[in-house]
């Protein structure tokens, strides 16, 4: 079964607008640590925002924001007021505790595309 | 501080050729992680070192190998290229190896095997 799975492949939104990019996750270890990195066309992984499993409240980061849904096992990223610099791949990935390190698992990606 | 840096930052070989990539992490960073990036497979964990030893490999074949030296730059090797072994490789640096430390990633190597 896919650990990380982000359903939309490429998204449009229009400038000024929120956006919410869909990530589901599978694990069985109860301690655990989402990310969302931002990758633009250059190729480089931005880091964007982080969520612990046990951290009580969502995560966010200036204009991003993390809707953890434990339960559904859901970490949705909300991006507010999208600008154009916003157009990239955005992708979900999941650290898990029993795995030694810092190995990330990463879903498929969303691209997604700003329209002025 | 200086990000991450990777060279070369692009690279043709040819099949059954050997290929090293570099990796400085931040200063101070003693994890370094790598990981292959292709448009068929995505991102997949390849290695991660820290203090110079190997925590965690990937399902790669032994083809790919790595090593971390004593100032941390790490190195990943790649031997007999084949032609799904074009990808982008990207490293990532970190403080630790747990906990809420993100992980910061480097422009990565865009391999071609032609």
């Known amino acids: 079964a896919q650990k990380i799975t982000q359903t939309q492949p490429g998204m449009f939104v229009q400038e000024k607008e929120a956006v919410t990019l869909d990530c589901t996750y599978d694990t069985s270890d109860p301690s655990y640590g989402l990310f969302w990195y931002k990758q633009p066309s250059s190729g480089e992984m931005i880091f964007l925002i982080y969520q612990g499993s046990y951290d009580q409240q969502n995560a966010t980061e200036g204009r991003y924001s993390l809707n953890f849904q434990k339960a559904r096992k859901s970490a949705n990223l909300v991006i507010s007021a999208s600008q154009l610099g916003d157009s990239a791949m955005y992708f979900c990935a999941m650290r898990e505790a029993n795995n030694a390190g810092n190995m990330l698992t990463f879903g498929g990606g969303t691209r997604l595309m700003v329209k002025p | 501080k200086a990000g991450v840096t990777q060279t070369p930052r692009y690279l043709i070989k040819t099949r059954g050729q050997q290929v090293t990539l570099s990796c400085s992490p931040i200063s101070g960073h003693r994890s370094v992680s790598w990981y292959q990036q292709t448009p068929g497979q995505g991102l997949q964990f390849l290695f991660e070192y820290f203090s110079e030893t190997q925590r965690n490999k990937g399902n790669f074949p032994g083809r790919f190998s790595g090593r971390q030296f004593s100032n941390s730059r790490s190195e990943m090797n790649v031997s007999t290229l084949e032609l799904g072994d074009s990808a982008l490789y990207l490293c990532?640096?970190?403080?630790?190896?747990?906990?809420?430390?993100?992980?910061?990633f480097g422009p990565g190597t865009r391999l071609t095997v032609l």
């Open positions: 990532a640096s970190s403080e630790r190896t747990s906990g809420t430390n993100e992980q910061f």
